[in-house]
């Protein structure tokens, strides 16, 4: 569990450093989703309590929460993987609370981050919206946050489908992550087994 779950983080700072996880240093893993209890509280100050799933949670400076059955669903050709979704959100989170917008390296430039992130999170919102099928997870229209953390999910599993659906938001994210995976997955040899 510890190697799988390592080397899935690794992906993320394979190019960046491990020091970008600094800060931090725990992760809790559930034998499966778990349900921890929430309170929020609606316009009419009502306090509300319930119990919601969740596959996995990353906490402003405390531990990243997995689920197990998830985390080694890894790979299925679906895009989704729970431990770059979360390991993600820890990168955003190098800078306060997570928003969608990580810390940039010197020579990124500002202003085309917000404009890739905020076109191509309000077009796939609006699309979710309209119940459309959607080539990324209709969960990246929740915040900007998860935007960019379903982003990640997909530039490293799928690379093509970020790349053809909204190829400044991959363009972003190679440049942030410092790698690019769609060039990498071309270049791989296939081999007959």
Known sequence: MRVSIAAQACILVLELGI??????????????????????????????????????????????????ADVAKAGDEDAANVVIHEFAHKLDMLNGSANGFPPLHRGMNRRAWSAAFEDAFHHHGVRVRRRENTEIDPYAAESPAEFFSVASEVFFEVPDVLAGVYPAVYEQMRLFYRQDPLRRAREVPVTAS
């Not at 309170?39 to 197990?68: F, K, N, Y």
């Open 19 to 68: 020091d970008y996880y600094d800060g931090w240093e725990e992760v809790i893993v559930y034998p499966d989703e778990f349900f921890p209890e929430q309170t929020w509280t609606d316009e009419a100050g009502v306090v509300h309590t319930e119990r919601v799933g969740r596959l996995g949670e990353a906490w402003l400076q405390g531990p990243v929460v997995l689920s197990w």
